[in-house]
């Protein structure tokens, strides 16, 4: 599926995505969310999940579809994860603080039972830093982009040609 994430002069910005057999969905978004959907492509591409937010959107849901009411219940487990490892991340960046892995297991922990989803595993160093890593690439691409520009990519990332 290619990716394009771009910025509009207005500065709303917009994701579209465009699937393999040629069906295409895409919305404006609120400024928060380029980063935020970047790191969603970070985690899922880290981590192999292909039920999560960018594989359900190849899989055929469209991007509005996410914030419908009653679209959390619809979610696969693996996107639940997802949403709370992006979370995480999230709350990191505004705190310019990075967990431990093992203090990040623990507040996925915490986050997966207070929303009564079914537990994840450990998260490693390993991981974290692959995360991180790409999530910053992809953030430094986005940032150097000009209004009217877009940053594309493929998912999944082993494909990617940002």
Known sequence: MRIQLKKVGDSTPSLACMRADGTRTWSRLHPFFPLHDL???????????GEAFFGLIASGWEIDAFAERGAGARLPVEALWAESIVGLLDLERGMNRQFTAEEFSRALEDSLNGQGIPAFRDVTDAELGRVRALRSDLEAQWSARAPGETLELTFPANRATG
């Open 39 to 49: 790191t969603h492509y970070a985690v899922e591409s880290v981590f192999g999940f």
